[in-house]
């Protein structure tokens, strides 16, 4: 048995508030930080054990190497004690307390009538003039401080987190994910607490299933803002909840959500095993809107990959699924899926199959110009992404005024929303624009875009 004797005694926090020891780890410059902790005693066989690593390891990293990945800066800082937001990596309850204090005046451990004093001098100081607050003093946010939760919980605390999640995901159909993902992590960090009350196990079930499409809300703005590591693992975990849930239904909308993040990175195979996966959760479900969502997207990806034989088929039963299904019944999580959904799946899947047959084109323009015209407001980001499709489509059909057209109005509508995949849809397009070099409507689109993109 290998025994070792590094946790004996913990590093002195005091090490840490050194100001050269600061500045090393504000850098990250690991090789200092090493160094420094040598000097006070700390040895390299200390340190590796500390932290994981190989006391070879440690000397390339002495001797100049430097530490890049998140992970292992994390397992440094894990290791040694370090608060991480000495070292900029995501913050901790002890980093925020120090890099976010309370404001002058506002300390906790002063009773409420001290407070009271304090607040009241403070404002009339505010309000003569006395004091001059600025932009910078602004920008540190205040200490952090958690909003208890019940003791015990019922369907009253668990129905709030519902409704909580389909008014941010509205807010992220029409605005997209930029607006309200802050706000969705936020929240999730207080609905997780509810795990620590008390409750029935039906309540228990219902409020997993909460937290799963909670989760999935906040990997679907995580990718909608392009934080594709977060996506992932909001993503997982949500997964992992629905089915603690028994809700083969909201897994296999967070199947589909996982196979549109791997679309969107050109990542078609992977994207089409979590489609097929979806599609396994939605029949347990027997839920067809499910179902004819799963298969419209599998269409999509087969196009992609140039089947076409597999995505006319998907798309087929798509229509078939969508045609059976009781839209009124279907859980809130799948029930944007409507008749111009489909359509737009359509078009795409056309659109695709158009790379390497261009006789697909005429449909996709039609399926894409409907769905278009029956977008409403409230989904602005999907009206978005069709307006990019039917402006790239048009173009390549040589209907060049339509779709510069098109393909203003879509980057106009980008502007307004905090988007970072629609801007990523636009290199079709664009290319599409500079593929008509002899119209200057079709190059000033071509430059308003990559204006936009280079942002």
């Keep these: ?189 207080w609905s997780q607490h509810l795990l620590r009350a008390t409750c029935s196990e039906r309540v228990g079930h219902r409020l997993h299933r909460a937290l ?22 909001h993503l997982a975990r949500a997964l992992e909840q629905a089915k603690h849930a028994h809700d083969p239904s909201l897994a296999a909308n967070i199947l589909y959500r996982m196979g549109r993040v791997h679309l969107h990175l050109g990542r078609t195979e992977d994207a089409l095993r979590f489609f097929q996966l979806g599609q396994i959760c939605a029949q347990d479900a027997s839920c067809e809107l499910t179902v004819a969502m799963l298969c419209a997207n599998e269409a999509w990806a087969y196009a992609l990959l140039g089947d076409e034989r597999l995505a006319m088929k998907s798309i087929n039963r798509a229509r078939d699924e969508f045609n059976r299904a009781d839209r009124e019944a279907a859980p809130s999580w799948v029930r944007f899926f409507g008749e111009v959904d489909l359509e737009a799946a359509g078009g795409m899947t056309h659109a695709a199959l158009a790379s390497a047959e261009p006789g697909h084109l005429p449909m996709a323009a039609e399926l894409l110009s409907s769905s278009v015209r029956s977008r409403e407001q409230d989904m602005a980001r999907s009206k978005v992404f069709e307006l990019i499709g039917l402006a790239t489509v048009r173009l390549l059909l040589g209907e060049v005024d339509s779709g510069v057209i ?47 993109r280079a942002v």
Excluded: K
């Design 212 to 233: 799963a499409d909670q989760h999935n809300l906040a990997g679907w703005t995580s990718f909608d803002v392009g934080l594709y590591g977060a996506a992932r693992r």
């Design 1 to 189: 048995m290998n025994v070792t004797h590094a946790n004996e005694q913990a590093i002195s926090f005091a090490i840490w508030e050194r100001p050269q020891m600061r500045q090393a780890l504000a850098v990250r410059d690991i090789a200092t930080v090493y160094l420094l902790l040598q000097r006070v005693g700390i040895s390299q066989r200390r340190i590796a054990a500390l932290t994981g690593q190989s006391q070879s390891e440690i000397s390339e990293i002495l001797n100049g190497r430097q530490v890049m990945a998140y992970d292992v800066l994390v397992r440094i800082a894990d290791g040694l004690g370090v608060p991480r937001g000495y070292m900029g990596l995501a913050y901790d309850d002890a980093s925020q307390s120090v890099i976010c204090p309370l404001p002058a005046g506002y300390e906790d451990d002063a009773d409420e009538d001290e407070q009271v004093r304090r607040l009241l001098a403070h404002a009339a100081q505010v309000t003569i003039g006395a004091v001059v607050a600025t932009a910078d003093d602004w920008r540190m946010p205040l200490a952090r401080v958690d909003t208890p939760v019940p003791a015990r919980i019922g369907d009253v605390e668990v129905e709030q987190v519902e409704t909580v999640t389909q008014s941010l995901r509205a807010l992220d159909y029409r605005y997209g994910g930029g607006v309200c993902r802050d706000a969705v992590v936020a929240q999730l960090t």
């Design 406 to 452: 098109d393909g203003h109005e879509a980057v106009t509508l980008v502007t307004q929303i905090r988007s970072v995949r629609t801007i990523d849809r636009l290199a079709p397009l664009e290319a599409a624009a500079a593929s008509r070099p002899h119209s200057s409507d079709a190059r000033e689109l071509c430059r308003r875009i990559a204006d936009l």
